[in-house]
């Protein structure tokens, strides 16, 4: 009789524990269901603080551009080339080998800190990983602005730049990662395509820095393009202290109580935040059927794979398609074609004021458009683009140079409503919630890769000291542009309206990229039976 009292009451608690999984289950459907019945608007409405707190992820991200484009813009200040450089022909012009190292030596140390950003994001959390790299932007911030007043100021510099684009790197990975997992799925295209609006701004205001002290007779002409930078990354510093943890992030570490509480800080109702913590439960188990760990090798196993290769390849083709070329040499180009230091400043920040107007654009087409043709009509036009300009260059007229100063502004507006958006979009959204972080880690990490590469190469293409390619390096990317096209039209699936528990049942039946589209999921299934039972009053949940 004990034995059968026994059997009956493991036969009720398991009973109960089915239950309970068929009710996390049915709420996390039915939480499913309601994000895809959302309109922007109406998740705008319902969750105001956590929209504030994913735009906190892009002043992140701010921090990270500001801090890029600073060596950039102060390559075509004469006063920099000045004290950095040498004389040539009646100017003063920078080393190859230390211009490449300025821009080749942080994208080598992106490399290192993407892997390390999403190793310790994963560890100790997304806010207190923000925190830390802050204080290495402040260090490296320092070492810069120091580094004219050395005995050796092109190595000083130079490390000021490493330790800064170990940082960057690091802070983009967790800042889309936590953007990515914030983001309500009526408005995760628009804050994710939103986040390339942080690599516009930054540029915009060094633009304008330099423009207004570029032609300074003293240091400060490119110091202060340097100093502005802790006005930044201080204001970002200020506001971390009242940073919710992401609750995706505490519930993978089983912190269920601390993640309500992230919930509660994110302006989220009671009833909401069960069905928020269900759905993100239901998407961890699903990842959990497939993922053996969340460990960078798994994300190299079975529909990982694929999902790592595809959140991967539009950073990727960004470094194919020729923005590092236009972002890093606009400016010295402007001056080469024969408009005046002021002039070219003056352009340069035409330049980002038409790279923020493109992606604003790319706000309202995202959600509208969708991510796959924005990618693939994008890299077509871009290719074109790059091949006028390549032709123009080549006659070295005065008209067909200023021509070319024109495709290339052109250039920089049609990328950003392109994939200068989706690429980040496709970077926070496509990898398993729990290999989330070290996905977007290692396509930065490829991406910085290659942006080494670039940054090592381009001065010597490009400089008129060297082989003097000038615009006419833009043939090269034209070319590299057209296998791009390719790739996108083939490979690139259609995400917009995805949720992440739907796009992990999409990838383990390795549905087509050309069907990702009007392909309909047993999420969507389930989630529309649930959401009827419950208007019908068979299911009480």
């Not at 602005?145 to 960057?168: C, R, Y």
Request: aromatic content about 14%; charged content about 15%; overall charge neutral.
């Amino acid at each position: 009789m004990e034995a059968l009292a026994q059997d009956t009451n493991k036969i009720d608690v398991e009973m109960m524990e089915d239950k309970r999984h068929l009710d996390v289950a049915a709420v996390g459907h039915l939480a499913n269901q309601e994000a895809h019945d959302e309109t922007p608007m109406q998740a705008l409405r319902r969750h105001p603080w956590t929209c504030v707190w994913v735009v906190y992820g892009i002043w992140v991200l701010l921090c990270c551009s500001f801090d890029n484009s600073a060596a950039g813009s102060v390559v075509g200040i004469p006063r920099f080339r000045q004290d950095y450089g040498y004389a040539y022909e009646g100017d003063y012009v920078l080393p190859a080998n230390w211009q490449s190292a300025y821009s080749g030596g942080p994208a080598a140390a992106s490399v290192f800190g993407t892997f390390a950003g999403g190793y310790i994001a994963d560890k100790i959390g997304r806010k207190w990983t923000v925190v830390t790299i802050y204080i290495l932007l402040f260090i490296g911030i320092t070492v810069e602005t120091v580094s004219a007043q050395t005995s050796n100021p092109n190595a000083v510099f130079f490390a000021g730049k490493f330790i800064n684009g170990f940082a960057t790197g690091s802070l983009i990975t967790t800042a889309m990662t936590y953007i990515g997992e914030l983001s309500p799925l009526a408005l995760r295209g628009i804050f994710t395509g939103a986040a390339a609006i942080a690599f516009t701004i930054g540029p915009f205001i060094q633009a304008l820095i330099t423009n207004f002290y570029g032609d300074l007779p003293s240091s400060w002409a490119y110091k202060s393009a340097f100093v502005a930078q802790y006005g930044v990354t201080g204001i970002g510093l200020l506001v971390w202290p009242f940073m919710p943890e992401s609750p995706t992030w505490l519930l993978l570490q089983g912190k269920d109580d601390k993640a309500i509480r992230a919930f509660k800080r994110l302006g989220e109702k009671e009833e909401e935040i069960q069905k928020h913590v269900a759905h993100i439960k239901l998407t961890l188990e699903e990842a959990r059927k497939e993922t053996e760990g969340a460990t960078y090798l798994e994300c190299f196993k079975k529909s990982n794979l694929r999902r790592t290769i595809v959140s991967g390849m539009p950073l990727t083709l960004q470094a194919f398609c020729g923005v590092f070329f236009i972002a890093g040499y606009a400016t010295y180009y402007f001056q080469l074609a024969g408009f005046s230091t002021e002039m070219s400043f003056r352009l340069a920040v035409c330049q980002q004021v038409l790279s923020m107007a493109g992606n604003v654009t790319a706000w309202f087409l995202i959600e509208r458009v969708g991510r796959r043709p924005l990618t693939f009509w994008g890299l077509v036009v871009l290719t074109v683009i790059l091949l006028v300009a390549g032709g123009l260059a080549c006659v070295g007229q005065v008209g067909t140079n200023k021509a070319t100063v024109g495709m290339i502004i052109l250039y920089c507006y049609v990328y950003n409503v392109t994939l200068g958006a989706t690429a980040y979009t496709s970077m926070a959204e496509i990898g398993t919630s729990r290999l989330r972080a070290k996905t977007a880690a290692i396509a930065l990490l490829v991406q910085g890769c290659f942006s080494c590469m670039w940054q090592f190469v381009l001065p010597f293409m490009f400089n008129p000291n060297e082989a003097n390619l000038q615009a006419k390096t833009s043939f090269i990317f034209g070319g590299f542009s057209v296998f791009c096209c390719i790739y996108a039209y083939y490979c690139h699936p259609e995400t917009k309206g995805r949720s992440y528990e739907e796009l992990d049942e999409m990838f383990q039946k390795g549905v087509s990229a050309r069907d990702f589209g009007s392909y309909v999921t047993e999420a969507e299934r389930k989630g529309q039976q649930v959401k009827q039972e419950v208007m019908d009053g068979t299911l009480a949940l």
